[in-house]
C-alpha cells in the first residue's frame, strides 16, 4: 500500500503542506516498511490546473490514499476517478500524520473538495490575497457560473489530451506484439 502525504521539505520531520495542487513536496511512502520517496512538486508554478496535474501524479505513482489539508475540486474529482482516498483537513508532522494514519484515527475521507478553484495561487478575486479558509464539505468561495464554464472547459481539454495520449501509447504498446 501507497500514501501520499503533501509536505514542507522533502522528509517525515516536516510539516505537512496544506495545500494538494501547489505544496512544495509529494511524499509517497509504504506505511509499514516507512520507505519513503519526497518528490518535488513540479506543479508548484504552474499557471494553471496545478491540482489535476498533480493528482494525475499521484494517482500514477499507485497511491491508494492522500493525506493533506486541503483540495480543491478539480483535483478532488481527478483524485476520486482514480481510485484514491481523499483525508483532508490534516495538519502536522508528516512522521506524526503518518502514525495517526496507520493507526485508522484519520479514517475520516473527505465528501468532496475543501476548496474553491485555484486557492493555492494565493489570489482571491479581483487579486487580492486572502487567508485560508477553513475545511468545509463544499467550496468556501463559490464560482460565478462563467468562472465554472471557464474551469470546467479548461479540465475537459486537459482531460482530452491526457486521454490523447493513454490512447496513443495503448496503440503503440499494442502494435508492439
Known amino acids: 500500500?501507497?500514501?501520499?502525504?503533501?509536505?514542507?521539505?522533502?522528509?517525515l520531520n516536516a510539516e505537512m503542506d496544506p495545500r494538494f495542487g501547489r505544496c512544495q513536496y509529494?511524499?509517497?511512502?509504504?506505511?509499514?516498511?516507512?520507505?519513503?520517496?519526497?518528490?518535488?512538486?513540479?506543479?508548484?508554478g504552474a499557471a494553471g490546473g496545478a491540482g489535476i496535474q498533480s493528482a494525475q501524479l499521484v494517482i500514477n505513482r499507485?497511491?491508494?490514499?492522500?493525506?493533506?489539508?486541503q483540495v480543491g475540486p478539480?483535483?478532488?474529482?481527478t483524485l476520486q476517478a482514480g481510485g484514491v482516498k481523499i483525508v483532508t483537513g490534516v495538519t502536522g508532522q508528516v512522521k506524526e500524520v503518518l502514525e495517526k494514519y496507520k493507526k485508522g484515527e484519520l479514517a475520516s475521507l473527505a465528501q468532496g473538495p475543501t476548496v474553491?478553484?485555484?486557492?493555492?495561487?494565493?489570489?482571491g478575486r479581483g487579486g487580492r490575497k486572502t487567508a485560508p479558509s477553513p475545511p468545509s464539505a463544499v467550496?468556501?468561495?463559490?464560482?460565478?457560473?462563467?468562472e465554472e464554464i471557464k474551469n470546467l472547459k479548461e479540465t475537459a481539454r486537459q482531460l482530452k489530451e491526457q486521454l490523447?495520449?493513454?490512447t496513443e501509447r495503448l496503440e503503440k504498446l499494442e502494435g508492439e506484439k
Request: hydrophobic share 45%; aromatic share 8%.
Open 1 to 11: 500500500m501507497k500514501v501520499c502525504i503533501t509536505s514542507t521539505a522533502p522528509n
Open 26 to 44: 509529494f511524499i509517497f511512502v509504504d506505511p509499514e516498511s516507512m520507505k519513503f520517496e519526497a518528490v518535488e512538486n513540479p506543479n508548484l
Open 62 to 69: 499507485g497511491v491508494e490514499a492522500l493525506i493533506t489539508g
Open 74 to 77: 478539480n483535483a478532488f474529482t
Open 116 to 123: 474553491g478553484a485555484h486557492f493555492g495561487m494565493g489570489m
Open 139 to 146: 467550496p468556501s468561495v463559490p464560482e460565478l457560473p462563467s
Open 164 to 166: 490523447n495520449k493513454i
